[in-house]
């Protein structure tokens, strides 16, 4: 991946980032804040050898490097349940030796004779003490050890160079340190994870992912509205709102669409239920007759009907009952109020939509539609759970799969493709459904002008254009 492409993982998963990095930081604030704070204190012992050396600079030589070989050594007694079971008794400690071989630790600075004993506290004065006690202890343990059998004299001389000082200030925990380890750690973090579900996230959500699913062109992008659930139709809307807008240009770009053809059918479906394809439907068709052409809106969803409840309007007449002749077509149309839009709800749910639809009923119905009006828009179901839609498509000029950003997968919008081409039924195009309007610029200017298809992804076989609105 290149840099570019980290960054563009960024910008879509800065939420994700950022609230891994916060949740980190918090931990170690957390901690920080409500852990004991530890004080510590160091005392330094200088290890010199007895050893006859004479005063000559050979002698001084074999001294220390006999010092150096053994001062190692003596770092590890620190850690001798022994020793500090005589720091206990001498300071009259309630803790244990375990415990209080766990509070001290022993270095020893490389190419040196010095051992450096550092004791951690809750309290100032007790880690100096500790210190101090552990000093000469490992000094008299030192003498002890190094003095032969018979002797008085050890080998080696270990004398306190530097008493343990009284520590002002704690060693731990260090807010600034914390703080700052966590905020690089978080961000680390949160880089890995969007980078990660970015991987392994194949929904789609941009032009690219669609262009690399589909040859059909992404003939729009509809913003995500939060106002929606209550105010479905854009009709609600006010005439420069980002959702009335981007329909707009929909239905630009779907004029563009087989330009010769002096009658559209068109097909919107979706690869699933739940992405928004009759609330596309329906606006796209309001839209339509707003401009002028003679619209009909057809609800062929005869499994769950929601285009007539929508658009409020009589849903007991229509499509099965003009199919089963109870009504005549003319008679089962009804006008959406103040936009001239024609409308066959779905009637009464049939149980056989896929044999009603298929019918020669329903061919001879799309015969009469189309002596009507210019436009037709058909709300059918999903294309993957059921054929219906497959079926409506292969006998209109084409589908418009509506996708929902982020929810739709690649594989679900290229299955929905395989399911027209069994059919002999064109895609002409994608709708992409519930954008987020910090991406909206990512289709186009302003108000979400959409994406036109480029010269060689034609819609329908036709070239179509940018909407100049």
């Given amino acids: 991946m290149e840099l570019r492409d980290y960054l563009r993982i960024l910008r879509r998963r800065w939420m994700l980032v950022l609230t891994s990095t916060l949740v980190v930081v918090a931990a170690a604030a957390a901690y920080t804040f409500t852990v004991t704070p530890m004080y510590q204190s160091t005392a330094k012992l200088f290890i010199s050898s007895s050893a006859d050396g004479g005063d000559t600079v050979s002698g001084a030589f074999a001294g220390a490097q006999f010092s150096m070989q053994r001062v190692t050594s003596y770092a590890d007694f620190v850690k001798d349940a022994d020793l500090a079971a005589v720091v206990v008794d001498e300071l009259d400690l309630s803790t244990s030796p375990g415990a209080l071989r766990d509070q001290v630790t022993a270095t ?25 006690g552990y000093a000469s202890a490992l000094a008299d343990q030192i003498r002890a050890v190094e003095t032969p059998v018979g002797e008085t004299e050890p080998l080696v001389r270990p004398s306190v160079t530097s008493d343990a000082t009284l520590p002002t200030a704690p060693v731990s925990p260090q807010p600034v340190r914390n703080l700052a380890l966590a905020l690089v750690l978080g961000l680390l973090l949160g880089v890995g994870l969007a980078v990660a579900r970015e991987l392994l996230d194949t929904t789609v959500k941009s032009v690219d992912d669609i262009r690399e699913t589909t040859d059909a062109p992404l003939l729009g992008a509809i913003n995500f509205d939060s106002q929606i659930r209550t105010e479905p139709l854009v009709t609600s809307l006010s005439s420069h709102a980002p959702r009335a807008e981007a329909f707009r240009v929909l239905r630009t770009n779907l004029q563009f669409v087989d330009v010769d053809a002096t009658t559209k059918v068109f097909v919107v479906t979706s690869a699933l239920p739940g992405e928004g394809k009759t609330t596309t439907s329906v606006n796209l068709a309001i839209t339509l007759a707003q401009a002028g052409q003679k619209t009909l809106l057809i609800e062929c969803d005869l499994r769950r009907p929601k285009a007539a409840f929508a658009l409020d309007v009589d849903n007991s007449v229509g499509v099965t009952t003009v199919l089963l002749g109870k009504v005549s077509f003319d008679d089962a149309l009804q006008e959406h109020p103040g936009t001239g839009l024609a409308v066959l709800a779905s009637g009464a749910v049939p149980p056989n939509p896929a044999e009603l639809l298929q019918s020669r009923a329903m061919a001879e119905l799309l015969n009469h539609a189309k002596d009507r009006f210019d436009t037709i828009i058909i709300d059918a179901p999903p294309l993957l759970p059921v054929t ?39 895609q002409v195009g ?14 186009g200017y302003g108000y979400g002008y959409g994406y036109a298809p480029t010269p060689d992804k034609p819609a329908g076989g036709k070239r179509a254009k940018q909407d100049p609105a």
């Fill in 430 to 443: 994608v709708v992409l459904n519930m954008t987020p309007a910090r991406q909206r610029s990512g289709y």
């Fill in 388 to 426: 219906d839609a497959a079926l409506l498509a292969s006998q209109a000029d084409g589908a418009i799969v509506v996708a929902a950003h982020g929810r739709t997968t690649r594989e679900q919008l290229a299955q929905a493709g395989e399911r027209l081409e069994q059919v002999g039924a064109q």
């Fill in 108 to 132: 020893v600075s490389p190419e040196t004779v010095i051992i450096a004993l550092q004791a951690q506290d809750e309290s100032p004065s007790q880690a100096q003490a500790i210190a101090q």
